[in-house]
């Protein structure tokens, strides 16, 4: 750093991820002379000085961490009133910037300590102090990167607004210099906006982009990359607000930024690549798609996509920039009048390169997987397309990182929502084997939960690999990839340096996942069990799993025979979209559950021979799961039920559903929880009648009075909290093994950890899925069911995210509870009492076992939906304002303008016939 403190370390612009953004280190001005420097301290200095000029010699990277060292222990020796304190602080973080930037390691640079370090350096720097906005960017800079990495709404607020204050710094004549702070600004602006989409911050974030580029001198080659900036941030306003005129100002600003000299060779390919975007999304989003935007888009990405690929130094945004080159070439193709075969073949060849590259990030390969594959399934070449896929769902588990936060997380699997249903349906079509495909489906689901569920299974076993491959995804989370960070002559050795040390890793995991896999017990290590486990789990019941995309649907169905599946010909993805918004509209339900029937329950069923309604009771069970767009499908509730036919599943079948069937397996192998002690049986029972800014619940305390009622009977000790606050539950969560909660719950229609169950505190202090994830990890004790008497407990408004069960009902399943009752959609307040009240007085005739849970309630819901017309329609009226339990009255109707050909519901008959008949659809047991 070029402070008074001598230790001196690059400034570079550095990109971030995929990004086609640029962010800025920006340069410290040179603080005035001081009174020389103690001897002790100037020594600590010279130390680091030549251990930061010995890395520059040697690459060696423990030269940087000894100096962090040197520095961070001068600065704690210094008082705040030092002169020369915030130039060691300044130069202990340029320190670790210089790792961060060279290496790509974030582990070892340790996040805290460098915000830290840069919130001490802020302090000391008085408010005029030449120094001050630099310190104020880094420290922004710092707070941003760290909520890449752990997503902390916090951090990047505060990013944002340490940036805003720097910029406020920055007077209009400061040149180049004031430059690189707006610039910044704009980028974490940038990033703010992506978090949540408000278009305000898109709006600042193109405001100070437009300041940067008029801030920069002309002929400093910085002109480019802020100019690069601004386009990319008018195209993503472009294609939010299909404004024509924004797409035309960036082409012209990406332009002037390939026409640039003095760029450094190895930005070079990346501004053309800007360029060529900036047409496409121009084509995009014409009124009127042309040919000339695209091809113009697809000549410069060949051009930029040849010098990415120069066989002395091949970028490593190559595997980039071909993905690009792929897509653009599938648009081109899918024109109207499109259609050139010789286009696909060169996309096909672009995914091709990508895939090859040995410098990509992972999730880049994994998205050139998806996209080659695409192509091959146009092209009817299953078995390759199969190849692809096989090979990205094997990625997907090297991609999401167990340090990570579960936002970092959830955001990464995101991008890779529907592969695993992809990669099994492209099975399907290549006449693989079913077990084969049911394992790429389950492999790339619940990824997350499915490591931990592996590594909690098996804690026991002695298998020191295990714990190796857990250590080697510490290393791989560290090493953030070599694009992350500045394209300059000075890191381009570390390039292929950062590349082989991932390809490295990569491949040691790789081989310490077959080693595990052949220790006993360890089969099913990141995979589905073997055929024998899994004929062994069906003797509970067989499991269904369903799978829809675009090119068919299937049901794998795990029996005490095998795997074995069935194509549901009638059963399409579109339809599923579009019938799944039913579920919450009352005059829908009826033709929601025939269409569900004849597409795909009647099928399944007859496969189970599951033939005919039990009449003596004694139903057999199945467990359906359910990924992606099916998550949401009512399939215990299907049937024709106004005939009287038997012709319904919940007429032939007791149902149980479960996220995954690893996360199936691993409840019922987890040990029982026991009861008979009364010192040690409690339950902890919620009510929520009053809840601040939602609809009161009457029936909330009487629910929860019946509940303890029965678990005095069954001496367990009832706890009851009437309107808590989040503080009043947390120390009960570690003991109890059974939590009711009757009350309000919220889904957050962005962001499915945010979803709360609604406390007194809800607005303020909410217990979020996040939260509960977080806060209350209850294994020890093993729990065994929590009733969500809530409305949407099972739902995920997110599309993306569904396979990683981040709803409510799922994170009591991570938490450890062996059962959880929950729901669907809305559910009416009163009913809630009828339900609960049968599945409590089911367990306490038959005993606390797994089999009554789901028995309770299928028979509460059997009783609910056989009531008399008369009696509902009675109980209806006596409410004037039937309450459900998400916080609202809803308006039936409400419609989406859909016309079913197989409505059974026409008129005011069968009007009367869903509301009053259909009450009990949306209760769904999870478990074991």
């Given at each position: 750093m070029a402070c008074q403190s001598g230790v001196k370390c690059h400034h570079v612009a550095s990109r971030t991820g995929s990004s086609t953004e640029y962010?800025?280190?920006?340069?410290?001005?040179?603080?005035?002379?001081?009174?020389?420097?103690?001897?002790?301290?100037?020594?600590?200095?010279?130390?680091?000085?030549?251990?930061?000029s010995a890395f520059h010699n040697t690459l060696a990277v423990e030269h940087l961490d000894k100096a962090v060292r040197s520095l961070h222990g001068a600065s704690s020796d210094i008082p705040n009133n030092h002169p020369y304190l915030a130039d060691v602080l300044g130069s202990c973080e340029a320190v670790i910037d210089t790792r961060f930037v060279c290496t790509g390691e974030i582990r070892g640079l340790e996040l805290d300590l460098v915000i830290k370090v840069a919130e001490r350096a802020v302090e000391v720097t008085s408010e005029d102090h030449p120094c001050r906005a630099a310190r104020l960017?880094?420290?922004?800079?710092?707070?941003?990167?760290?909520?890449?990495?752990?997503?902390?709404?916090?951090?990047?607020?505060?990013?944002?607004?340490?940036?805003?204050?720097?910029?406020?710094?920055?007077?209009?004549?400061?040149?180049?210099?004031?430059?690189?702070?707006?610039?910044?600004?704009?980028?974490?602006?940038?990033?703010?906006?992506?978090?949540?989409?408000?278009?305000?911050?898109?709006?600042?974030a193109v405001l100070a982009g437009e300041t940067a580029v008029k801030l920069t001198l002309d002929g400093d080659p910085r002109k480019a990359i802020r100019q690069s900036n601004l386009a990319a941030w008018l195209l993503v306003r472009s294609r939010k607000t299909r404004s024509g005129s924004d797409a035309v100002d960036a082409i012209a600003l990406a332009q002037s930024a390939v026409n640039a000299s003095g760029v450094l060779i190895a930005d070079r390919p990346l501004l053309i690549e800007g360029l060529g975007r900036a047409y496409g999304i121009q084509f995009e989003t014409s009124q009127r798609l042309t040919r000339?935007?695209?091809?113009?888009?697809?000549?410069?990405?060949?051009?930029?996509?040849?010098?990415?690929?120069?066989?002395?130094?091949?970028?490593?945004?190559?595997?980039?920039?071909?993905?690009?080159?792929?897509?653009?070439?599938?648009?081109?193709?899918?024109?109207?009048?499109?259609?050139?075969?010789?286009?696909?073949?060169?996309?096909?060849?672009?995914?091709?390169?990508?895939?090859?590259?040995?410098?990509?990030?992972?999730?880049?390969?994994?998205?050139?997987?998806?996209?080659?594959?695409s192509i091959l399934a146009v092209k009817k070449d299953w078995a390759a397309a199969s190849r692809y896929l096989e090979q990205a769902?094997?990625?997907?588990?090297?991609?999401?990182?167990?340090?990570?936060?579960?936002?970092?997380?959830?955001?990464?699997?995101?991008?890779?929502?529907?592969?695993?249903?992809?990669?099994?349906?492209?099975?399907?079509?290549?006449?693989?084997?079913d077990y084969l495909a049911l394992n790429l489906l389950e492999s790339g689901r619940s990824v997350t939960n499915g490591f931990l569920f592996d590594i909690d299974a098996f804690i026991d076993v002695?298998?020191?690999?295990?714990?190796?491959?857990?250590?080697?995804?510490?290393?791989?989370?560290?090493?953030?990839?070599?694009?992350?960070?500045?394209?300059?002559?000075?890191?381009?050795?570390?390039?292929?340096?950062?590349?082989?040390?991932?390809?490295?890793?990569?491949?040691?995991?790789?081989?310490?996942?077959?080693?595990?896999?052949?220790?006993?017990?360890?089969?099913?290590?990141?995979?589905?069990?073997?055929?024998?486990?899994?004929?062994?789990?069906?003797?509970?019941g067989p499991m269904v799993v369903l799978n829809a995309t675009i090119q068919r649907c299937d049901a794998f169905i795990v029996h005490t025979s095998g795997v074995r599946s069935i194509q549901l010909k009638q059963l399409t993805l579109a339809e599923i979209k579009r019938r799944s918004r039913h579920l919450a509209r009352q005059s829908r339900i009826a033709s929601l559950l025939n269409w569900l029937w004849r597409s795909a329950a009647r099928e399944i069923l007859q496969k189970l021979t599951y033939t005919v309604a039990v009449e003596d009771g004694d139903f057999q069970r199945v467990f359906w799961i359910l990924p992606g767009a099916t998550s949401c499908l009512p399939l215990h509730a299907a049937g024709h039920h106004a005939a009287r036919s038997g012709e319904t599943v919940i007429d032939r079948a007791m149902s149980s559903y479960s996220y995954s069937i690893k996360s199936l397996i691993y409840g019922r192998r987890k040990e029982r929880v026991s009861f008979g002690d009364p010192e040690k049986d409690s339950a902890l029972l919620v009510s929520m009648a009053e809840t601040a800014g939602l609809l009161p619940l009457p029936f909330a305390p009487v629910e929860v009075s019946k509940v303890g009622d029965v678990c005095n009977s069954l001496n367990i000790r009832p706890i009851v909290k009437?309107?808590?606050?989040?503080?009043?539950?947390?120390?009960?969560?570690?003991?109890?093994?059974?939590?009711?909660?009757?009350?309000?719950?919220?889904?957050?229609?962005?962001?499915?950890?945010?979803?709360?169950?609604?406390?007194?505190?809800?607005?303020?202090?909410?217990?979020?899925?996040d939260r509960l994830g977080k806060d209350f990890r209850v294994y020890a004790h093993k729990p065994f069911l929590a009733y969500l008497s809530a409305c949407s407990t099972g739902v995920i408004n997110e599309d993306r995210l569904v396979d990683e069960g981040m709803h409510l009902i799922g994170v009591y399943q991570q938490m450890g509870f062996r059962h959880v009752i929950g729901s669907l959609s809305p559910v009416l307040d009163s009913r809630c009492v009828e339900v609960a009240e049968t599945v409590y007085e089911t367990l306490r005739s038959d005993g606390i076992t797994d089999r009554a849970v789901c028995k309770g309630l299928h028979f509460g819901l059997r009783a609910l939906r056989d009531k008399p017309s008369s009696e509902v329609a009675g109980m209806l009226t006596d409410e004037v304002?039937?309450?459900?339990?998400?916080?609202?009255?809803?308006?039936?109707?409400?419609?989406?303008?859909?016309?079913?050909?197989?409505?059974?519901?026409?008129?005011?008959?069968?009007?009367?016939?869903?509301?009053?008949?259909?009450?009990?659809?949306?209760?769904?047991h999870f478990g074991v």
């Amino acid at each position: 750093m070029a402070c008074q403190s001598g230790v001196k370390c690059h400034h570079v612009a550095s990109r971030t991820g995929s990004s086609t953004e640029y962010l800025e280190r920006p340069a410290h001005q040179p603080n005035e002379p001081h009174e020389p420097l103690e001897p002790d301290l100037a020594s600590k200095l010279l130390d680091a000085n030549e251990l930061v000029s010995a890395f520059h010699n040697t690459l060696a990277v423990e030269h940087l961490d000894k100096a962090v060292r040197s520095l961070h222990g001068a600065s704690s020796d210094i008082p705040n009133n030092h002169p020369y304190l915030a130039d060691v602080l300044g130069s202990c973080e340029a320190v670790i910037d210089t790792r961060f930037v060279c290496t790509g390691e974030i582990r070892g640079l340790e996040l805290d300590l460098v915000i830290k370090v840069a919130e001490r350096a802020v302090e000391v720097t008085s408010e005029d102090h030449p120094c001050r906005a630099a310190r104020l960017i880094t420290l922004s800079n710092w707070l941003g990167r760290r909520f890449a990495w752990h997503s902390k709404p916090h951090d990047i607020d505060r990013a944002v607004q340490e940036a805003e204050k720097a910029a406020k710094l920055a007077p209009a004549d400061s040149g180049s210099a004031g430059a690189s702070v707006w610039n910044d600004f704009g980028y974490w602006l940038m990033r703010r906006f992506e978090h949540d989409q408000d278009g305000g911050y898109l709006h600042r974030a193109v405001l100070a982009g437009e300041t940067a580029v008029k801030l920069t001198l002309d002929g400093d080659p910085r002109k480019a990359i802020r100019q690069s900036n601004l386009a990319a941030w008018l195209l993503v306003r472009s294609r939010k607000t299909r404004s024509g005129s924004d797409a035309v100002d960036a082409i012209a600003l990406a332009q002037s930024a390939v026409n640039a000299s003095g760029v450094l060779i190895a930005d070079r390919p990346l501004l053309i690549e800007g360029l060529g975007r900036a047409y496409g999304i121009q084509f995009e989003t014409s009124q009127r798609l042309t040919r000339s935007s695209i091809d113009t888009a697809l000549s410069l990405l060949r051009q930029a996509a040849d010098q990415a690929s120069h066989p002395d130094a091949r970028h490593p945004h190559h595997a980039d920039v071909q993905l690009q080159l792929c897509d653009h070439l599938r648009k081109r193709y899918d024109m109207p009048g499109g259609g050139d075969q010789m286009d696909l073949d060169d996309a096909l060849n672009a995914a091709s390169q990508g895939w090859a590259c040995p410098l990509a990030r992972t999730e880049t390969r994994i998205l050139v997987a998806r996209s080659a594959a695409s192509i091959l399934a146009v092209k009817k070449d299953w078995a390759a397309a199969s190849r692809y896929l096989e090979q990205a769902v094997e990625l997907l588990h090297s991609v999401v990182l167990p340090t990570q936060s579960d936002s970092a997380r959830q955001r990464m699997l995101a991008k890779f929502q529907g592969l695993a249903s992809e990669a099994a349906a492209a099975a399907m079509e290549a006449k693989r084997d079913d077990y084969l495909a049911l394992n790429l489906l389950e492999s790339g689901r619940s990824v997350t939960n499915g490591f931990l569920f592996d590594i909690d299974a098996f804690i026991d076993v002695k298998c020191p690999e295990m714990w190796q491959y857990a250590e080697l995804r510490g290393v791989l989370d560290s090493l953030t990839g070599c694009l992350s960070f500045p394209a300059s002559t000075a890191t381009k050795s570390l390039w292929k340096s950062q590349a082989t040390k991932v390809q490295t890793v990569l491949q040691d995991m790789q081989s310490l996942v077959m080693k595990i896999r052949e220790t006993p017990r360890l089969h099913s290590f990141l995979q589905l069990h073997n055929i024998e486990d899994l004929k062994e789990e069906a003797r509970e019941g067989p499991m269904v799993v369903l799978n829809a995309t675009i090119q068919r649907c299937d049901a794998f169905i795990v029996h005490t025979s095998g795997v074995r599946s069935i194509q549901l010909k009638q059963l399409t993805l579109a339809e599923i979209k579009r019938r799944s918004r039913h579920l919450a509209r009352q005059s829908r339900i009826a033709s929601l559950l025939n269409w569900l029937w004849r597409s795909a329950a009647r099928e399944i069923l007859q496969k189970l021979t599951y033939t005919v309604a039990v009449e003596d009771g004694d139903f057999q069970r199945v467990f359906w799961i359910l990924p992606g767009a099916t998550s949401c499908l009512p399939l215990h509730a299907a049937g024709h039920h106004a005939a009287r036919s038997g012709e319904t599943v919940i007429d032939r079948a007791m149902s149980s559903y479960s996220y995954s069937i690893k996360s199936l397996i691993y409840g019922r192998r987890k040990e029982r929880v026991s009861f008979g002690d009364p010192e040690k049986d409690s339950a902890l029972l919620v009510s929520m009648a009053e809840t601040a800014g939602l609809l009161p619940l009457p029936f909330a305390p009487v629910e929860v009075s019946k509940v303890g009622d029965v678990c005095n009977s069954l001496n367990i000790r009832p706890i009851v909290k009437e309107l808590p606050n989040y503080s009043d539950l947390r120390e009960h969560f570690f003991s109890t093994k059974l939590f009711h909660f009757a009350g309000h719950a919220r889904l957050d229609p962005l962001d499915p950890l945010l979803s709360p169950l609604c406390l007194r505190d809800w607005v303020e202090n909410p217990l979020t899925v996040d939260r509960l994830g977080k806060d209350f990890r209850v294994y020890a004790h093993k729990p065994f069911l929590a009733y969500l008497s809530a409305c949407s407990t099972g739902v995920i408004n997110e599309d993306r995210l569904v396979d990683e069960g981040m709803h409510l009902i799922g994170v009591y399943q991570q938490m450890g509870f062996r059962h959880v009752i929950g729901s669907l959609s809305p559910v009416l307040d009163s009913r809630c009492v009828e339900v609960a009240e049968t599945v409590y007085e089911t367990l306490r005739s038959d005993g606390i076992t797994d089999r009554a849970v789901c028995k309770g309630l299928h028979f509460g819901l059997r009783a609910l939906r056989d009531k008399p017309s008369s009696e509902v329609a009675g109980m209806l009226t006596d409410e004037v304002e039937e309450r459900r339990r998400n916080g609202r009255v809803p308006d039936d109707d409400d419609d989406d303008g859909d016309v079913d050909d197989d409505d059974d519901n026409a008129g005011s008959k069968a009007r009367v016939l869903s509301v009053d008949k259909f009450l009990w659809v949306p209760y769904v047991h999870f478990g074991v």
